[in-house]
């Protein structure tokens, strides 16, 4: 018997090499009638991380629109803690604190109402508050960027009715017990005490400490912090558009940081954590003080200076008979020595400034002489109206106007104390441009 033959192999076919190489799910993707979209021109709706952000960049405007308010004097705030124990915790000067919960919601997902998720968790939040701290809890605030909801009495639906927010809060704050509950809002009261597992005495004391806010909108508030609230601040109030929108994003910075864990100071790698006496850095880390905070440092830019070098020379020969000659024309030669010791020793403190800056003094000395040199001569028209001795007059003039400025307008004077006003003043009456009385001739010194 013959073993057949075994079947002849079949050669493979010869391809092309762009057939082989070519990637058939790409070609199958590609729509040459239709090329792809560019991700640097369309929006991405499904990632919702830059809301997110969004959201928290708002907390913290908040947090400057709190310190602001404290620097005006609108609030009674000495500092601001940030994510400690609440979203922002104001600290008062009598010793207590207000609470601030923010929450922003899309406007399009309707008005606020008092049983609403975010409220009540931040009902609970503000009765965990209280337990812990009791009297030292001041207010607490509901902060959000949509309206509250609202219906008249008259409304037909009932339920919207008793969870109207504002409504609802200004009756319970009229109930001593909660027996004084009315049947309307008595329902909504309880289903927030279900929710918190409080007692109801508990609750009633926090919803009466509880107020409600209506910040700017999302889209808004940005704009509104910087031309509005620091706009409004009077070291802010000649600052640029621009100028005041860096001054925001700054303070801004300032907030997310101190919301955060980020500690940087260097004592927490020395503090002892049994027994120390040193501040915890993580708690100083997030308390913002406000006069600290918020004392603007850069230079407004439409800030008046007087232009050129000062004519003042510190450090000339001193001219005593001058500054004695003047005021006993004056008739007020019992303030010699008064004046004398206030004019050295604010030529010793000014020449101490032109040491530490050399570049920059000139034009600070210019604008201090002509402010106060301004000053002097005001007063000296309207006391020379009075006679020829008018000496005592001028003086208690000019002591007040720079007594003034350097109270209310001490960066007008590159913060000089009224001191050194006055020895400037001296200054001026030596250098022969003030006078307290009409002018005449200064002999020399027989020295």
Not at 154 to 175: S, V
Not at 205 to 227: E, T
Not at 252 to 257: E, G, M, P
Not at 377 to 406: C, F, K
Request: proline fraction near 6%.
């Amino acid at each position: 018997m013959t073993t057949p033959n075994p079947p002849t192999p079949q050669r493979p076919v010869k391809k092309e090499l762009s057939e082989l190489t070519a990637d058939p799910s790409a070609e199958a993707m590609a729509d040459h009638s239709n090329p792809p979209a560019d991700p640097a021109v369309t929006r991405n709706t499904s990632d919702p991380g830059d809301e997110t952000q969004r959201n928290f960049r708002y907390q913290h405007a908040y947090g400057v629109i709190l310190l602001a308010s404290a620097k005006r004097g609108l609030r009674a705030y000495v500092a601001i803690w940030c994510e400690h124990h609440e979203d922002l915790l104001a600290q008062r000067s009598d010793g207590c604190y207000d609470g601030y919960q923010i929450k922003t919601s899309r406007p399009e997902n309707g008005t606020w109402r008092m049983l609403d998720e975010e409220i009540v968790k931040s009902i609970g939040r503000f009765i965990d508050l209280v337990r812990e701290f009791g009297a030292k809890i001041g207010g607490l605030f509901f902060v959000t960027n949509t309206e509250f909801d609202d219906v008249s009495d008259a409304h037909k639906d009932e339920k919207r009715r008793a969870r109207r927010p504002k409504a609802f809060l200004t009756h319970i704050r009229a109930c001593k017990t909660c027996a004084e509950i009315s049947p309307l809002y008595l329902e909504t009261f309880r289903e927030i005490q279900g929710q918190c597992g409080c007692q109801p005495d508990e609750l009633l004391a926090v919803l009466q400490k509880m107020d409600l806010i209506l910040g700017p909108s999302r889209d808004s508030f940005a704009s509104v912090l910087a031309h509005e609230h620091l706009g409004s601040i009077d070291e802010c109030a000649n600052l640029s558009p621009t100028d005041l929108d860096a001054w925001r994003d700054h303070l801004i910075a300032v907030v997310c940081a101190a919301s955060s864990l980020a500690i940087t100071d260097p004592i927490r790698h020395l503090r002892q954590l049994i027994n120390s006496i040193e501040i915890d850095p993580a708690l100083d880390a997030k308390r913002l003080d406000v006069a600290t905070v918020m004392a603007y440092s850069g230079k407004s830019a439409s800030a008046f200076r007087f232009p050129g070098p000062p004519l003042l020379q510190l450090g000339a020969p001193e001219k005593p008979h001058v500054l004695e000659a003047k005021l006993q024309m004056g008739g007020i030669g019992d303030q010699i020595e008064y004046m004398r010791s206030r004019e050295r020793a604010a030529e010793v403190h000014l020449m101490e400034d032109a040491l530490r800056d050399a570049d920059g003094f000139p034009a600070i000395l210019r604008h201090l002489e002509e402010i106060v040199l301004g000053e002097c001569s005001e007063a000296h028209l309207r006391a020379r109206t009075n006679g020829a001795t008018y000496g005592a007059e001028m003086l208690i003039d000019i002591q007040e106007r720079l007594r003034r400025i350097a109270r209310d307008e001490p960066t007008k004077v590159f913060n000089k104390q009224y001191e050194c006003l006055m020895g400037l003043v001296g200054l001026l009456t030596t250098d022969t441009r003030v006078w307290f009385s009409s002018r005449f001739p200064v002999q020399e010194s027989a020295a």
